[in-house]
């Protein structure tokens, strides 16, 4: 997929991103990744705390994704078109929406992503806390 969106874009410089996929989960990464190709998900949010964990820098606007299913399958190339650094309980219901799960209400995820972070932080010596700094993107399809 990456060579194809090089050529169809005549963009043969660029450095091929990590492949990623949504989710800690098979269902819940092929769930997300379907609703990005259906331009139903155009937003998510990580842990700042994982980018330290992980070593990795947070992630700017104009970057690219290139998102697979759980398989690693290459599903679609994102751009990243926003990054604010967000506490947990301030994410808005318009950005809830964005990221397009379940009913798309605020309630629903708060709900889940409160699940995920939980199971996130197992074992580690971070713990969920609604005031903690979240990295919400937003993103568009760039290809196919």
Not at 17 to 22: L, R, S
Not at 34 to 57: F, H, M
Not at 87 to 109: K, M, N, Q, Y
């Amino acid at each position: 997929m990456w060579k194809a969106y090089c050529t169809a874009t005549g963009k043969y410089d660029l450095p091929m991103p990590v492949p990623e996929y949504f989710d800690d989960n098979e269902q819940g990464a092929n769930i997300l990744a379907d609703l990005v190709v259906r331009g139903i998900k155009q937003a998510t949010c990580s842990a700042v705390w994982t980018y330290r964990q992980e070593n990795e820098p947070i992630p700017m606007a104009g970057e690219l994704w290139l998102v697979t299913n759980w398989a690693g399958e290459a599903q679609c190339i994102l751009e990243t078109t926003q990054v604010d650094i967000t506490p947990f309980i301030v994410v808005s219901a318009e950005f809830a929406a964005l990221e397009g799960e379940g009913d798309r209400t605020l309630a629903h995820w708060r709900n889940v992503h409160e699940r995920f972070f939980r199971r996130q932080f197992e074992g580690t010596p971070d713990k969920f806390d609604e005031t903690m700094p979240l990295v919400c993107q937003q993103f568009k399809l760039v290809y196919p």
